[in-house]
């Protein structure tokens, strides 16, 4: 039995919409704690973004197989996964510019308000990267056993 199997025990019959919340604050805020504390180091925004993204996909993805999905890793699915979560960089580089760069607001501000703007974009793309499908990412009752 892994460490993570009293979890997952427990999330039994929790809708993957629930989950998803879960896994994506989390990775939300560990996201957000990484490039607050690489720009407070000394390294601009821009360049943390990169220092980030690349530990951010691997957590990511495996939380997102384990606990929202329960599907079992695959490159295939890691390699759309990636694609998916990396467009979204623009979006978040565009995002900071405006609040950092034009509205003049501090990093612990501007991050968060980044990373909500982007949510729906990744919940959508992790639905189809891992599942192929936008649409059971409408269905918020479903759980990771149920036919889609």
Not at 32 to 44: C, K, P, Q, R, T
Not at 86 to 114: E, K, M, Q, R
Not at 140 to 148: E, G, H
Request: charged residues 10%.
């Amino acid at each position: 039995m892994n460490s993570a199997q009293p979890l997952l025990d427990r999330l039994r019959g929790t809708p993957s919409s629930l989950r998803y919340l879960a896994v994506g604050a989390t990775c939300a805020v560990v996201n957000n704690l990484l490039l607050i504390g690489i720009v407070f180091a000394g390294l601009d925004y821009l360049r943390g973004l990169f220092v980030v993204s690349i530990p951010m996909l691997a957590i990511g993805f495996a939380l997102h197989c384990l606990i929202t999905f329960e599907a079992k890793p695959r490159l295939g699915a890691f390699l759309r996964y990636s694609v998916a979560i990396l467009i979204n960089y623009p979006l978040w580089i565009g995002s900071l510019f405006l609040s950092c760069d034009v509205a003049h607001l501090p990093i612990y501000v501007a991050t968060p308000l980044a990373t909500l703007f982007l949510f729906l974009w990744n919940y959508l793309a992790t639905h189809w990267a891992i599942l192929r499908s936008v649409g059971a990412a409408w269905n918020w009752t479903v759980r990771p056993t149920d036919p889609s």
